[in-house]
């Protein structure tokens, strides 16, 4: 892939004095590697996440921490309105290129890709109305700051799923 198709901000680092663990690219090729097709996401998963976010009206989503893309690749497809958002330019890649690949579908070309991490995501991303559906369905939950919530607008929905 082309490394100047996209201009990132972080430059490396994560926070101050905590180098990029990303920043090789080595991450996001294990990572789609892992993931593989994403295409073939088992029909349960596809069907409880679509379930959730339909059974409260949601329409407007921010993924957080979305790496790769493959959960927006998958809402998208369903027709909400997606932004998503991850710290490393390196896995974002992987998603630009899938809606450059896709970009003559109009669903694609309105989804919304930028780079930014939990301390700056207010500033990077703004809220405008707020989104109906804050989601990040990966191993970076842990890392979301409670403040973070505020990005919901007051009849949005916000929730920690665990499982086992």
């Known amino acids: 892939m082309v490394d100047?198709?996209?201009r990132t901000?972080?430059?490396?680092?994560a926070a101050e004095g905590i180098p990029d663990q990303y920043a090789d690219g080595?991450?996001?090729r294990v990572w789609q590697l892992y993931i593989g097709d994403t295409?073939?996401?088992?029909?349960?998963?596809?069907?409880?996440?679509?379930?959730?976010?339909?059974?409260?009206?949601?329409?407007?989503?921010?993924?957080?921490?979305?790496?790769?893309?493959?959960?927006?690749?998958?809402?998208?497809?369903?027709?909400?309105?997606?932004t998503s958002v991850d710290a490393s330019d390196k896995m974002l890649k992987y998603a630009l290129k899938e809606r450059w690949n896709r970009r003559k579908e109009p669903a694609f070309d309105k989804w919304v890709?930028?780079?930014?991490?939990?301390?700056?995501?207010?500033?990077d991303v703004p809220a405008g109305d707020g989104f109906d559906a804050v989601i990040c369905l990966g191993n970076s939950f842990a890392h979301l700051p409670d403040s973070k919530a505020r990005a919901v607008h007051p009849q949005?929905?916000?929730?920690?799923?665990?499982?086992?």
């Open 9 to 13: 901000r972080s430059l490396g680092v």
């Open 39 to 82: 295409r073939s996401r088992t029909a349960e998963y596809k069907a409880w996440l679509l379930g959730l976010l339909r059974q409260h009206g949601c329409h407007r989503v921010l993924d957080v921490a979305c790496g790769t893309g493959v959960d927006s690749i998958m809402l998208v497809e369903e027709g909400f309105s997606v």
């Open 113 to 123: 890709i930028e780079e930014a991490n939990w301390l700056t995501l207010d500033k």
């Open 156 to 164: 949005g929905r916000t929730s920690t799923i665990r499982v086992t």
């Open 26 to 28: 080595e991450a996001a």
């Open 4 to 6: 100047s198709v996209y």
